[in-house]
């Protein structure tokens, strides 16, 4: 095979990940874009589309507009809010006896959105009945928002210390 016409990149082979491991991609931002195969992050590297920026994590040399997750396109399901408020009280920080809150009530024209809903123990859902938090003198840990991306879960749970410097909190 003649190869000529190949323009090869001078990257040393010391740089370039394992072809067997994850690599985490970040945007040109630093922001986590996706999770790929080594073989996938050196084809980047070597088309000179990325660069190394540790063992296991490469950034994009150019901004990819990031679209919004899938998910949260969707109308939220129980396991999505579940899963999205980590099984806790929203309220409290309960784990146990969980139901799913209406942050304005429905009868007070509250909606099934992702930044309606969320998780309370029986015991502050009760509490609160027909009304506000804040009618209800409850506060809330955490304003319900659509999910993140996958990947951001992912590098958020990861115990790797390559990939947790890039978890951020939205």
Known sequence: MLLSNV??????????????INVLVLNFDYTPLNIVQGRRAIVLLLKEKAQVVSES????????PLLISR?????????AIYRRDNNTCQ??????????DHLVPRCKGG????????LACSKCNTAKGHKTPEQAGLKLKRKPR?????????VQKST???????????
């Open 7 to 20: 323009n090869f990149v001078e990257v040393r082979e010391t740089e370039l990940p394992r072809p067997d």
């Open 111 to 118: 909606q099934d959105t992702w930044e309606n809903l969320l």
């Open 146 to 154: 659509p999910p993140l991306p996958k990947v951001v879960e992912i």
């Open 71 to 79: 998910t949260a396109k969707e109308k939220p399901t129980k396991a």
């Open 57 to 64: 994590v490469i950034r994009l040399r150019t901004y990819v």
């Open 91 to 100: 309220y409290c920080g309960s784990t146990r006896a969980l139901t799913i």
């Open 160 to 170: 790797d210390p390559e990939w947790s410097q890039f978890a951020y909190r939205c």
